[in-house]
């Protein structure tokens, strides 16, 4: 959140619920900084792995702890419900349960892959800005797995993005 408001730069930050309900205050402070919050499952669970019935489920106690939070700002839950499945993995007829209960089905374009403890933060950066384009989405992780690349990519992306004309929004 810091490096975003150095630039004053809005995102949306897909959370798991299990996360909100541990940390409500990080996510206050998210909503409050003009940011957007959308579902990522309560416990971060693949669709393909799950029956459809506890897939949604686990997608509802997320969406509960969400509302929760908006409540306690006094504040209305913004439309359409935006869900981001975990590892992108979700089956077509899951996709089709949460488009009827109003969810917008978001995947990435670009990933960092800054979970990745590997990970070369210098082709990753490159590779990040060279296939940048109006539009994209690109998926950065807040966690401790993520923590050292996220610090080695992020700012530099934001800078060169910046450079290069682009403006950043939620979705």
């Not at 019935?53 to 969400?66: Q, R, S, T």
């Not at 082709?123 to 992780?141: E, R, T």
Request: one cysteine or more; proline letters at 4%; aromatic letters at 8%.
């Amino acid at each position: 959140m810091d490096e975003l408001k150095k630039h004053q730069i809005k995102a949306t930050f897909f959370c798991v619920g299990d996360n909100l309900k541990k940390f409500p205050e990080v996510a206050k402070n998210l909503l409050t900084e003009g940011h957007q919050i959308g579902n990522h499952t309560m416990h971060h669970i693949k669709g393909w792995k799950h029956n459809n019935g506890d897939y949604l489920k686990d997608v509802e106690n997320c969406e509960n702890e969400i509302r929760e939070i908006h409540e306690q700002l006094d504040n209305e839950r913004a439309q359409p419900l935006l869900f981001r499945p975990p590892y992108g993995q979700i089956k077509p007829s899951q996709i089709k349960l949460l488009r009827t209960k109003g969810y917008e089905i978001i995947q990435w374009s670009d990933l960092s892959c800054d979970y990745d403890k590997h990970l070369n933060c210098e082709k990753s950066l490159s590779a990040l800005v060279k296939n940048a384009k109006p539009g994209s989405i690109v998926v950065f992780h807040d966690s401790k797995k993520a923590e050292h690349q996220l610090k080695q990519i992020l700012p530099r992306y934001l800078e060169a993005l910046l450079k290069e004309g682009f403006t950043f929004q939620t979705l």
